[in-house]
């Protein structure tokens, strides 16, 4: 079997299911040849990710995504090859679990005028990073909503009744922290980025590569990735961003990557 290493998916670190090993165990299941863990504004997921691959001996690549936004469009910033340790990495990640933590109690206010009364205790995380996704479930739990979706195409999406965009961390600062931690920035799922406008920003800024290959991306717009980032000789990467049962449409393995392209990350 040819070489395929998933390079994009959640742990319940931040908003995915799956811990971190039983990621390891669903990637060796499908008979992928590599992985690398982005969980949102986090790396904690390593500290449990990390034995474990190499008592299984498979291969795991640093990995974070980043929430950051461009004049109020959200945008996110894969690292990979990230050093765990890096202190400005590790600084990057705390100013994000504050910036939610304000925001979360934002939300959680609108939610409350609107009658669905939810309180900070009721979100279940397992980690320090908590998303809307969570608030999601704690309003099917109580029935305000039958899925997560309905969640955001109700209440939680942008634009809706409990919307709230939260402290700005800007693109040039994300850039600059994942290359202070010696990885390389990414341009996660750039079909998603609404605005030409800002699609074209970001080809101002230094990012090393975008992630051409997305689970659930049209092949038109997949063609004209590919391109863009072929004419930049950056590096182009693939992942399913797999969240587990919260968002069971991609499935792990579904994007990925090659062994060429895999090595360049972990260098
Ligand atoms: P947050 O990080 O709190 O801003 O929440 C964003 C996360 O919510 C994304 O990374 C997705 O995992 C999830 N999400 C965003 N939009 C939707 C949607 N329409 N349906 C389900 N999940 C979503
Ligand atoms: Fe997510
Ligand atoms: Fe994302
Ligand atoms: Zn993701």
Redesign the pocket.
């Known amino acids: 079997m040819s070489f395929k290493a998933d390079l994009h998916c959640?742990s319940c670190y931040?908003?995915g299911t799956n811990t971190p090993t039983e990621l390891i165990d669903l990637a060796i299941e499908v008979g992928l040849s590599g992985l690398s863990i982005t969980d949102?504004?986090t790396v904690e997921g390593y500290k449990e990710a990390l034995p474990y691959a190499k008592e299984k001996n498979f291969p795991l690549l640093t990995g974070i995504?980043f929430?950051a936004s461009y004049k109020g469009e959200?945008i996110?910033v894969l690292g990979y090859g990230i050093d765990l340790e890096s202190e400005e990495l590790l600084t990057l990640c705390v100013r994000h679990q504050k910036r939610?933590f304000q925001?979360n109690q934002a939300i959680l206010i609108k939610l409350k005028k609107l009658g669905h009364s939810i309180e900070m205790e009721d979100l279940k995380a397992t980690g320090k990073i908590?998303?809307?996704?969570h608030i999601?479930l704690a309003l099917m739990e109580r029935g305000v909503v039958s899925s997560?979706?309905e969640?955001?195409?109700k209440l939680?999406?942008e634009g809706k009744a409990a919307y709230t965009p939260g402290e700005v961390v800007s693109v040039e600062e994300t850039l600059e922290t994942i290359h202070q931690a010696e990885g390389k920035a990414i341009i996660a799922h750039p079909h998603l980025i609404r605005k030409k406008s800002t699609f074209r920003k970001m080809l101002e800024y230094p990012f090393d590569g975008l992630e051409g290959y997305y689970a659930r991306m049209p092949l038109s717009r997949e063609r004209e990735f590919l391109n863009i980032g072929k004419e930049r000789k950056w590096i182009i990467t693939g992942g399913s961003?797999y969240?587990g049962s919260?968002?069971p449409q991609a499935a792990l393995g579904t994007s990925w990557v090659d062994e060429e392209t895999f090595n360049v990350l972990c260098k």
């Open positions: 959640h931040s908003d949102h504004d995504e929430s959200p996110h939610r925001r908590v998303g809307r996704p999601a997560v979706k969640a955001f195409d939680l999406g961003d969240h919260v968002k």
